[in-house]
């Protein structure tokens, strides 16, 4: 893989209980809603859980993903294509958190606040502002 190596850590404060942030991350109808303009493949399962593979696609950049973790408080997705890496996420009652690790030559931090904000905004949305 070419690119450099990447690494960040963001979390954030919102107004959700942890039960809701687990099915924002791991409900895909949801994550399809908040990760937008992001796209996934059409046989994306309706729920994720350990071992599950699925593709997104940001314009004509593609990313494998597979579930390596899925507990009650976090998930773990090992990822290649346009990142050779790993994302972990933590939840818990009014806070979630991302970490980032990976070779790429996008800027993996950028996307990854980017994707927080729109996490953030879209819980707003549906339970209460922020």
């Known amino acids: ?25 791991t409900q895909t ?49 090992i990822l290649s294509g346009s990142v050779d890496g790993f994302q972990e996420w933590s939840w818990g009652e009014g806070w979630v958190q991302s970490r980032l690790e990976g070779i790429s030559l996008l800027p993996l931090n950028m996307g990854q606040t980017a994707t927080l904000l729109r996490l953030q905004l879209f819980l707003a949305g549906q339970h209460g502002s922020p």
């Not at 046989?43 to 993903?65: C, K, N, R, V």
């Open 1 to 25: 893989m070419l690119g450099q190596f990447q690494q960040s850590q963001l979390r954030i404060e919102v107004k959700a209980s942890a039960a809701i942030l687990r099915e924002a991350l």
């Open 29 to 77: 109808a949801q994550f399809r809603q908040w990760l937008w303009p992001q796209t996934f493949a059409a046989d994306l399962p309706q729920y994720l859980m350990a071992g599950a593979h699925f593709t997104s696609w940001l314009g004509p950049i593609e990313t494998q993903h597979r579930v390596d973790r899925l507990d009650a408080a976090g998930l773990r997705f």
